[in-house]
């Protein structure tokens, strides 16, 4: 496999010399491209050394000292002789170029000739990355298929602190095997997975719901499909775009959410309820609009049906994954989860100040498992979150079919 390794001009660019190690050792043959900016944080020597293949600096070949010219359109033979493009770090200057087809150096040009998978692993400083221009332009980037392989929380070579830092080397080198197609540990399975929250009507214009943007669950199956498995996706109202390749089922009350679950109970491999399910409803919903009036109101709710327990019930040798997210007694409830429901995991998230996972596109879990064990997983992004509780999850099955 040969990936060209696009090194942009920001702080971060001495990682990508850790990342030319990384994707070696993972087979990947490695050409680097360096714009004229990264060129003033490092050296393509550094890059040329520890290659071992020339590292392209311009998109104007220069005559060698033999008189020869390399080729003179060197940027179309790299991309079509490239299996995978990674761009790191992808400056908020790449990501505006890309995004809007510029082509004013070697790396723009060859992306635009280039045909196949994509990874990005932007970095900058906080302001920028929360720009709406640079929101925009990853907009654009995800909506074409590329893998964005999201910056860190932290403190930023400005002083700052937030996101914006390089994603760790691992993460990034791991993309870019997924982007491949390389690891396709999920190949044969059907994944079922839950996202985003349920709407419970009051009336016909009002509702009961929670804070779940879906990110977590739509993050878990856009790594699934990519990671081979066959999707279902049964989703809560909410903002995302539907991930690549995944069978959407929309749906808006916990009622609705369950008729979907039960009706592909039979299909599903593994089981995944990210979805942040009402648990109570208006049974009764008045068919006319509630009136306003300056006496107090008291609704009077009924539970809505407990999916979990129920899949729990009919699951077979299923793997159910359960999700819990608690303000206290993180592991104790999610231990309680595990036992009651009848999960084989359960991911424990803590909800309520500052490190909320509601809406957020990171998070920070601690995952319980059935055999006892306990996986407390750092805080990082969706994506690479549901990348490992996948890992735990396949190593979890082996576990209990070696106890049976
Ligand atoms: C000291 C320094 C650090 C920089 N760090 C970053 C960075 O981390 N991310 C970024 O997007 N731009 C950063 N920039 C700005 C880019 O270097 C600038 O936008 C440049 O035009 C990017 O060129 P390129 O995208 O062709 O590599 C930095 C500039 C300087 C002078």
Not at 66 to 78: C, D, K, N, Q, Y
Not at 344 to 353: E, K, P, R, W
Request: charged content about 25%; glycine content about 8%.
């Amino acid at each position: 496999m040969r990936a060209v390794l696009g090194v942009g001009g920001g702080i971060a660019a001495y990682k990508a010399a850790e990342l030319a190690r990384a994707l070696m050792e993972r087979g990947f043959a490695v050409q680097t491209v360096m714009t004229a900016a990264a060129q003033e944080f490092i050296t393509p020597l550094t890059f040329t050394s520890l290659t071992g293949q020339k590292t392209i600096t311009s998109l104007f070949a220069r005559e060698s000292a033999e008189g020869t010219l390399a080729s003179a359109v060197e940027h179309i033979g790299v991309a079509q002789g490239a299996d995978l493009l990674v761009v790191a770090p992808a400056t908020a200057d790449l990501l505006a170029k890309f995004a809007h087809g510029l082509a004013g150096d070697f790396l723009s040009t060859m992306y635009l000739a280039f045909t196949g998978p994509v990874v990005l692993a932007p970095a900058m400083n906080t302001a920028m990355w929360e720009h709406a221009a640079t929101r925009a332009n990853l907009e654009t980037l995800r909506r074409r298929g590329h893998v964005i392989v999201d910056p860190q929380d932290g403190l930023l070579a400005c002083g700052t602190v937030g996101p914006g830092r390089l994603a760790g080397i691992d993460a990034i080198a791991g993309a870019a095997v997924e982007a491949v197609g390389l690891r396709r540990d999920l190949e044969g399975e059907t994944v079922l997975i839950t996202a985003g929250p349920t709407r419970e009507p009051l009336d016909p214009v009002r509702f009961v719901s929670n804070r779940s943007s879906g990110k977590m669950g739509y993050a878990l199956a856009e790594v699934a499909a990519r990671r081979g498995a066959r999707v279902l996706l049964v989703s809560g109202p909410v903002a995302l775009e539907a991930p690549a390749g995944v069978d959407v089922v929309r749906v808006e009350t916990a009622g609705e959410m369950h008729d979907a679950v039960m009706e592909r109970i039979e299909e599903a491999t593994i089981i995944v309820k990210a979805a942040a399910v009402a648990d109570y409803h208006l049974s009764h919903v008045p068919t006319h609009k509630m009136k306003k009036t300056a006496m107090r109101l008291s609704l009077e709710l009924d539970p809505t049906p407990d999916i979990l327990a129920e899949v729990g019930q009919k699951k077979g040798d299923r793997l159910l994954i359960g999700f819990a997210a608690e303000t206290d007694n993180l592991v104790e409830e999610a231990r309680r989860k595990l036992r009651t429901k009848k999960c084989d995991m359960v991911v424990a998230n803590l909800v309520g100040g500052e490190h909320t996972a509601f809406e957020s596109d990171e998070n920070e879990v601690v995952l319980v498992m059935s055999t006892g064990e306990t996986a407390p997983l750092k805080r990082a992004a969706k994506r690479e979150i549901a990348g490992e509780i996948f890992d735990h999850a396949l190593k979890l099955r082996l576990a209990l079919h070696a106890a049976q």
